[in-house]
């Protein structure tokens, strides 16, 4: 799904603790991703950093090292924190090149709940090789008390890749239905916006345009190991300025940030990933709250779940579906020896390409 483990940096040139310091005190969401956090030494810094600066702090890793968020977790107990987990067992290690991942992240959750953890979870990337697992995997995370968020294939500069696309787009669609629907039977007010996510998700999936237009470089940026501030992790040509040399303000004001602010409304990138699409639907004036349009499919379909009917997928035109791709499944990376290739200073740090999400 992604090749920044080829591309990995150099510690000397990544994003200092004083450069995060210049993040002001008025972020809703704030998540510290990767590559893989926990390789860094001094992440418990970065997060004490951080920390007062969001409503809410949220750590993505791999959870093949949880015991290096534990000191974390102790001083920090409501800190979100997502382990990758793409299904059980052989899946999981298949689709992500590990040993034993799942029994390692289960138990690493487990630890960090019993330090007084309140808000952990898994994150799994919706794709051929796992949709059929979806839903019993959701119902896993659910009876053990953990949280369950879900993300589609995409692809970015970022992830140094260009080719994730879903083979079988209606079978991923309509297991993705599923999950909706399981997800509105739920007590949970959180469960029900995720519902909606996984709507948009269908879309994605599909190769339609999103749900609710990107808010990117106005609700949201990413700041990327050299400081860069982009107003994406997906598009290499929407760079804002570099929080080391530059202030936030001086990064967020500007004809610049104007310019890409346009950019961005004229983008036709479909994607939907969990930082991006949560921040597009939210209220820009009260993240906390919803904006209209999901809140009203919320309540409608909320109700009609609790009344004996099926979810409303009108949002979804099943007649416009990109055709599934006639190429070969990808081989699996289990147990493959890579060379390692190391990005130089001088590189602009990405191999710059197009990035097509549809
Ligand atoms: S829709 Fe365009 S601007 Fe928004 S996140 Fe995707 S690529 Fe970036």
């Known amino acids: 799904m992604c090749y920044i483990w080829q591309n990995p940096t150099v510690p000397a040139e990544e994003v200092t ?65 997502r382990f990758s987990l793409e299904g059980f067992g052989d899946t999981n290690n298949q689709i992500r090149g590990e040993d034993d991942g799942f029994a390692i992240k289960v138990e690493g959750l487990r630890k960090l709940r019993e330090l007084g953890g309140t808000d952990l979870g898994f994150a799994a990337v919706i794709q051929d090789g796992n949709v059929d697992e979806l839903v019993s995997l959701y119902e896993f995370a659910r009876n053990n008390g953990f949280e369950f968020s879900t993300s589609a294939l995409h692809n970015a500069f970022q992830f140094h890749k260009n080719d994730n696309y879903p083979y079988d787009r209606m079978r991923l669609a309509r297991q993705v239905e599923r ?33 609710i237009p990107c808010t990117a470089a106005t609700d949201f940026v990413f700041i990327d190991p050299w400081s860069d501030v982009y107003a994406c992790n997906v598009r290499p040509d929407l760079l804002m300025g570099n929080l080391s040399r530059q202030s936030w303000d001086d990064v967020f004001s500007g004809q610049l940030a104007t310019r890409i602010r346009d950019q961005v409304a004229a983008c036709n990138q479909n994607c939907w990933m969990v930082t991006t699409a949560r921040t597009a639907m939210r209220s820009h004036w009260a993240p906390k709250l919803p904006k209209m349009q999901p809140l009203s499919w919320v ?34 990376f289990f147990q493959t020896a890579f060379k390692r290739v190391v990005q130089h200073a001088a590189d602009s740090h990405y191999r710059q390409g197009e990035f097509f999400n549809r």
């Open 17 to 81: 603790l004083a450069t995060l310091e210049k993040i002001p005190h008025v972020i809703d969401n704030l998540n510290i991703s990767g590559g893989e956090p926990t390789l860094r030494r001094d992440l418990a810094e970065i997060v004490d950093v951080v920390y007062p600066k969001a409503r809410v702090v949220e750590i993505s890793s791999n959870g093949l090292h949880p015991e290096r968020l534990e000191p974390i977790v102790r001083k920090h107990p409501h800190i979100k924190i």
């Open 179 to 211: 999950l909706i629907t399981e997800m509105l039977k739920t007590h949970s007010v959180k469960a029900w916006f995720r519902a909606y996510m996984n709507l948009g998700l269908i879309r994605k999936i599909l190769g339609q345009d999103r749900l």
């Open 299 to 332: 309540l409608k379909n909320r109700l009609r779940v609790t009344v004996g009917l099926s979810v409303d997928f009108s949002a979804i035109d099943y007649t416009k579906v990109l055709p599934d791709r006639e190429v070969s499944l990808r081989p699996s």
